[in-house]
């Protein structure tokens, strides 16, 4: 059993198929294939199994993942072990972040890191998540910042829940109450945001998955611009709970409830590669991370607890 094949196996768990995993590992398919032939010869059993709905897992299958995530797990641990005894680069830390969180949520962590180390050099790389992403796999970022983000060759962790929320102004817009149907909401003039993007995305998709249309008033390049325009009571915005958890707190902006629909969730989460160790400076900052949406978690949950009472 090799490590390269107990991650293609849960690549093609992940991903449900042998074409997908191989573009997601950067490999061939027959590669793919011949990992997965040479672990399951190895183990004796058939871990994929072909049904009408295509290749499943099988229940050998299913009782190996765990152990392979672990076994994954403890190589990347060993990794760090060998690497920490390695003398410090000197290299500048590199990060990929969602522009979202790089303007509501680095900000204070960056200060409070600077002050513990003030000789280290830091990096900001923008973009969408799937960019964060790319990067990330391309080695142009030791660790990323975006939402949701799962895939083979990196280890995510989940760092808090940011849904988007129905934001507007608490006075001047349309006439609207605290709670409403999809249907009403889609005639409301509404602002988006950041065509192409996964929060875009995900509105567009929740008003066409109930086969409406949304009167779309304005689109504008930043989730800013939106949460602006929505002060000044030009329509209302799905907005990151992030980019407009002060405004709530201060009554400048106010949340309708959505009675049809499920809300939009989504998790702020932190990735890096499961191959390549982490440096001390990046660990310091991923701790610093860590306790930072632990923090905002806490405020937010003290701030609700006082409005419920």
Same mark, same amino acid.
């Given at each position: /059993?090799?490590i390269d094949?107990?991650?293609?196996?849960l690549a093609v768990?992940?991903?449900?198929?042998?074409?997908?995993?191989?573009?997601?590992l950067? &490999? !061939?398919?027959?590669?793919? !294939?011949?990992?997965?032939?040479?672990?399951?010869e190895s183990?004796?059993?058939?871990?994929?199994?072909?049904s009408r709905?295509?290749?499943i897992v099988?229940?050998?299958g299913r009782t190996?993942?765990?152990h392979?995530?672990?076994?994954?797990r403890?190589a990347?641990?060993?990794r760090? *072990? @060998?690497h920490?005894t390695?003398?410090?680069?000197?290299?500048? $830390?590199?990060i990929a972040a969602a522009?979202s &969180?790089? @303007?509501?949520f680095?900000?204070?962590? #960056?200060?409070r890191?600077?002050r *513990?180390?003030?000789n @280290?050099i830091i990096s +900001?790389r923008?973009?969408?998540?799937?960019?964060?992403?790319?990067?990330v796999?391309?080695?142009?970022?030791?660790?990323?910042?975006?939402r949701?983000?799962?895939?083979p060759?990196?280890?995510? +962790?989940?760092?808090?829940?940011?849904?988007?929320l $129905?934001?507007a102004?608490?006075?001047?817009?349309?006439?609207?109450?605290r709670?409403a149907r999809?249907?009403?909401?889609?005639?409301w003039?509404l &602002?988006?945001?950041?065509?192409?993007?996964s929060?875009w995305?995900?509105?567009? !998709? #929740?008003?066409?998955?109930a086969?409406?249309?949304?009167?779309v008033?304005?689109?504008?390049?930043?989730i800013?611009?939106?949460?602006?325009?929505?002060?000044r009571g030009?329509? #209302? !915005?799905?907005l990151?709970? /992030?980019?407009?958890?002060?405004?709530?707190r201060?009554?400048? $902006?106010?949340?309708?409830? $959505?009675?049809?629909?499920?809300?939009?969730?989504?998790?702020?989460?932190? +990735?890096?590669?499961r191959?390549?160790?982490?440096?001390?400076?990046v660990?310091?900052f991923?701790?610093?991370v860590?306790?930072?949406?632990?923090?905002d978690s806490t *405020?937010?949950n003290?701030?609700r607890n006082?409005?419920?009472?």
């Open positions: /059993m090799e094949q107990v991650e293609t196996f768990a992940t991903f449900g198929g042998f074409h997908r995993a191989a573009e997601a950067r &490999i !061939s398919q027959p590669a793919v !294939s011949a990992r997965v032939k040479a672990l399951e183990l004796g059993v058939r871990l994929f199994s072909r709905g295509g290749l099988s229940d050998a190996f993942r765990p392979a995530e672990l076994l994954l403890t990347a641990l060993a760090q *072990a @060998v920490e390695q003398p410090a680069s000197g290299t500048p $830390l590199q522009l &969180i790089s @303007v509501y680095l900000p204070d962590i #960056l200060k890191f600077q *513990a180390h003030p @280290v +900001i923008p973009g969408h998540s799937k960019e964060v992403l790319d990067m796999l391309n080695e142009e970022a030791e660790i990323g910042l975006a949701s983000l799962h895939h060759e990196v280890e995510t +962790i989940s760092l808090r829940d940011d849904p988007l $129905l934001v102004h608490p006075k001047r817009g349309p006439k609207h109450s709670r999809l249907e009403q909401v889609a005639s003039p &602002i988006f945001y950041e065509r192409g993007s929060d995305t995900l509105t567009h !998709s #929740l008003f066409r998955s086969g409406l249309v949304p009167n008033a304005l689109e504008v390049d930043s800013e611009t939106a949460k602006r325009m929505v002060e030009l329509g #209302l !915005s799905f990151p709970q /992030m980019a407009v958890g002060r405004e709530i201060t009554h400048k $902006l106010t949340t309708v409830k $959505l009675l049809d629909a499920e809300p939009l969730r989504r998790s702020l989460d932190v +990735i890096h590669p191959h390549r160790p982490l440096r001390t400076e660990r310091a991923l701790q610093m860590r306790e930072a949406a632990d923090e *405020a937010g003290v701030g006082r409005r419920n009472r």
